[in-house]
């Protein structure tokens, strides 16, 4: 399946590389340049694309992949529900900061707000996720670019770099349930 998933990304990748070369070729005119013959220049400009992509690295192509991490990341819940994946790759950013010391819990409290996370939105350079109204608000009123505001972390959050993590609101959804029925009296008592 797995297998599968990589195939569906390099022809994900294949399409946009046909869309962009295709792109190009009234870009360049509008630019003033010669098209001798547009066939050649489109399979030229496809051909650089598609190297470019065949060089990467399997953990360029897939492993830093939204989509991928997404996918592996359901596929982490049918046995893990409760416990947050570990990355699929060791960053190496030589950040001293960062020190990684094991499994963590998944927070489902907003930083911002303080209450449940609601259209949990999260960054794709630090992990952490905010609620979408407070996230977006904040980058606003910070004219597009803010520290993330969970402590200790010294990223840069801005709209392009977050994603609606669907994933960890229905992680959200069943923490609140469960949460409710806990809250809930659960003892009988005889009544005579």
Known sequence: MDMHMRKLLD???????????????????????????????????????????????EKDKYLTNDRYILYREHIWNVKHA?????????????????????????????????????????????????????ITQLIRINHGAVTCPVSGCNKYIRMDILYDDELLADKVKRAKEKAEEESFPTEFYDIE
């Open 82 to 134: 409760d416990i947050d994946m570990p990355p699929l790759t060791e960053e190496n950013n030589n950040d001293d900061e960062e020190i990684v010391m094991g499994p963590t819990k998944l927070s489902f409290k907003c930083p911002i707000t303080t209450s449940w996370l609601e259209q949990p939105m999260t960054s794709r350079v630090c992990k952490h996720s905010f609620t979408k109204s407070a």
């Open 11 to 57: 022809l994900e990748t294949t399409l946009n590389s046909t869309k962009t070369a295709i792109e190009k070729i009234p870009n360049d005119i509008m630019r003033g340049e010669r098209v001798n013959d547009v066939l050649t220049m489109y399979d030229a400009e496809l051909s650089k694309l598609d190297n470019e992509y065949n060089n990467r690295s």
